[in-house]
């Protein structure tokens, strides 16, 4: 279903509502008038005025020439960069195995290839050949343990292999960079209740920067490189928390990296500014720490001003100058230091997002110079880099801000705004007709698509749709279930467009019953196209079922024919069995499959499982709740499993990685009967009983919400390790609880 803004005939009027709605956050950052000096020449502006000038400033075309770098022209630089880090340091200090060194060689050049862009993104199979090497006992030196890690898909495969790997670099001949890759790449992994364990990962990742300094990891030529790891990369949260000791690291090393010690040293100085003024609004903000914030910002402008005279070809520097402009509230000062960054390196990101966010309205700008600073980002006609795409990223912050002040809700979108539109449409098409555009052409028009469905273009969406034979980017980035959305285009964009588009606009609008009348007149159209005829019965069943939920009902939820209509499929091999039930063949990767049907967040389930076959005393069967098809852990899981030694348990968890809260449950195994099971989910609680006894109680829900009330789904699933089982589910049925405040 599309969910569109609803704010008004233009962009002016969303500007003024969001302008008011902010005007008490414009003092949210500036110095107070004591310590404005000569770098505030817009300090004695009125409101209005300021706003004038950051538009103007905000509609300057961007300056760049034909010496200005892009990520393409330093491509060879990066690559040589990972090159010596990574493969070299395989050839040359590897733990090499006949038995899997020619899978490891590609591994990483593979991996390498992607990361720089040389080749097209393949995730699948890196996971393929990273699955592969790691189930090779013969494969165990820590590098490629580490590449491994970073290409697998489940976050506890990816931490016991970099667990592996730091064991393995213990006794290695490795240099430091990459086993301080792993050590922070497994710090970011970590859980946020595991605080010791990332206690003593930093303090390694300090002695390994420290040593990548004085191995030869690092040379004079690596400056840029090492600059961009440690401010916007893999290096960047150690960074931050450990902002002096890095700096000391850095200060430290030898006069060959001069350059690098004077933009951390003002990186620091920047740090140190924003924690002697506070993160509050300027009139919380004491005279000491108005004075400490002036001082330091002066130190940090000290140091970049001189970093950027020693390499003005490098954007780095005046990158941050951006961010000491703003804090010294100099939104022209801001523009000069921008300039400065793109004559370097164009699509130098950090450089524009530090820009754009002092045009939002809580520093300097609005909305409209936002959206302009947007269209400059576009007008610069350079598909062959990241820059045009700012324009999205200015909408997504002009959304951003207007969910803040409540003018828009968490899924509603501004992209069909005749101010927005013509402007996105002219992005995605300038990087479909671009050879050279970064990324896949596949991944710029399922962007498009997505674009253009939320902003009921629904006749541009299936252009899109049909490039790609009807077929969604696995792990597109959807804000609700998106499984229908080809059939949902094919319906919209069909003879009876009309038709459709009243009935979802009944259901859109909370109407179940009257549109699940009007689908079901629909249904009796002979005419439709399949793809129509399948969104059709689809919303049948799952309207059908929202109303009795409404009612308080118990609702069978079962799927009422061999189409699977109202469900859709994840992993393992399904069927519907004559009586109704579900039977799945499960392999490597486990098994999942959802109801479309919508249910909130408070709940009671009940149902049965059979575990028919295992190939090992292993098991899971369970079930999905959330928004199941997502890849990110935007869901959460309920699982009945036995393990390797046949003990068998309820767990409940966010996705299948998070940490799972266990309890003892006695379940039937292979061939020992069927299960029931009942959870009742509650106030962000819940309860879940197996055959008859309690197991989980009063689990709290981790993290926030998964998905909108409205469109919290629910399914069956379970991850296998290597083992293959096959899994009877029968007798679903869900009521609906009232939400309670």
Request: net charge neutral; glycine share 8%.
């Amino acid at each position: 279903m599309p969910i569109r803004a609803a704010v008004g005939t233009g962009l002016l009027w969303f500007v003024t509502i969001l302008l008011l709605l902010l005007g008490g956050r414009m003092a949210l950052a500036g110095p107070s008038p004591q310590t404005a000096q000569s770098t505030r020449p817009q300090a004695n502006l009125t409101a209005e005025q300021a706003r004038a000038l950051a538009l103007e400033i905000a509609k300057r075309p961007a300056v760049f020439d034909n010496l200005s770098k892009t990520r393409d022209t330093l491509a060879d630089k990066h690559r040589a960069f990972r090159l010596r880090q990574y493969l070299e340091g395989y050839k040359l200090r590897g733990e090499r195995s006949p038995a899997c060194d020619a899978e490891a060689l590609k591994l990483i050049e593979t991996w390498i290839a992607v990361k720089n862009g040389d080749e097209e993104p393949d995730d699948q199979g890196l996971r393929q050949l990273s699955a592969k090497l790691v189930a090779n006992s013969a494969c165990t030196d820590p590098l490629v343990l580490t590449v491994a890690a970073v290409n697998s898909s489940l976050v506890r495969e990816a931490t016991n292999l970099l667990v592996r790997a730091l064991q393995g670099f213990e006794s290695s001949k490795h240099k430091a960079y990459p086993k301080l890759f792993a050590t922070l790449t497994l710090a970011r992994l970590l859980p946020r209740d595991e605080p010791e364990w990332l206690t003593s990962l930093d303090a390694s990742a300090l002695g390994l920067l420290k040593e990548c300094f004085t191995d030869g990891s690092f040379v004079a030529g690596d400056q840029a490189d090492i600059a961009d790891i440690l401010l916007a990369g893999w290096c960047r949260q150690f960074k931050v928390r450990h902002e002096g000791a890095v700096w000391e690291v850095v200060r430290n090393s030898s006069s060959t990296f001069n350059w690098l010690g004077l933009l951390m040293e003002g990186d620091l100085e920047v740090a140190e500014a924003w924690k002697a003024r506070g993160n509050g609004t300027s009139v919380t903000v004491t005279e000491a720490g108005w004075k400490g914030f002036a001082q330091h910002l002066r130190k940090a402008r000290e140091s970049l001003t001189e970093a950027w005279k020693l390499r003005p070809d490098l954007p780095q520097a005046p990158t941050l100058m951006i961010s000491v402009a703003m804090g010294e509230g100099g939104i022209t000062e801001m523009r000069v230091w921008f300039d400065r960054a793109t004559t370097a390196r164009l699509d130098y990101v950090p450089a524009w997002k530090a820009m754009l966010t002092g045009l939002r309205p809580r520093w300097f700008g609005s909305p409209e110079a936002v959206l302009a600073f947007g269209v400059t980002a576009l007008d610069t006609g350079r598909f062959d880099t990241l820059v045009p795409r700012e324009f999205f990223g200015a909408v997504a912050d002009i959304e951003q801000d207007a969910r803040q002040a409540s003018v828009l809700t968490a899924s509603q979108h501004l992209y069909d705004r005749p101010e927005i539109w013509p402007h996105m449409q002219r992005m995605y098409e300038g990087y479909l007709a671009e050879p050279a555009a970064p990324g896949s052409h596949d991944g710029w028009r399922d962007g498009y698509l997505r674009v253009a469905y939320y902003a009921g273009k629904y006749d541009v969406a299936r252009k899109q749709l049909e490039a790609a034979n009807w077929q969604l980017s696995h792990g597109s980035n959807w804000l609700h279930d998106a499984s229908l959305v080809p059939t949902e285009i094919a319906a919209r964009t069909g003879p009876q467009r009309k038709a459709i588009e009243v009935a979802e606009g009944r259901r859109v609008a909370g109407e179940t019953a009257k549109s699940l009348e009007l689908y079901r007149e629909l249904a009796k159209t002979g005419s439709n196209d399949q793809r129509t005829q399948e969104f059709i019965r689809d919303r049948v069943f799952t309207l059908d079922r929202e109303q009795r939920l409404e009612a308080g009902e118990w609702v069978d939820l079962m799927p009422t024919d061999d189409q699977m209509s109202g469900w859709q499929t994840l992993l393992g091999n399904w069927k519907r069995l004559p009586d109704g039930t579900l039977e799945v063949h499960s392999g490597p990767g486990g098994h999942s499959l959802y109801c479309r049907v919508r249910q909130g967040v408070n709940c009671e389930v009940r149902g049965t499982f059979e575990i028919v076959k295992t190939s090992t005393k292993e098991y899971q069967a369970g079930l999905v709740l959330g928004h199941p098809a997502a890849e990110s852990s935007l869901w959460y899981g309920i699982r009945f499993l036995a393990g390797p030694r046949g003990r068998s348990s309820a767990t409940f968890s966010r996705g299948w990685s998070g940490k799972p809260i266990v309890a003892r449950a006695s379940i039937n195994g292979a061939g020992g009967g069927t299960n029931s099971f009942l959870v009742h989910l509650d106030n962000n609680q819940l309860n879940a009983t197996v055959n008859g006894e309690v197991t989980l109680k009063g689990a709290q829900l981790p993290g926030s919400r998964t998905a909108p009330t409205d469109e919290v789904l629910l399914g069956f699933g379970g991850y296998n390790g290597s083992n293959e089982t096959v899994i009877r589910y029968s007798h679903l049925e869900a009521r609906k609880l009232p939400n309670r405040r």
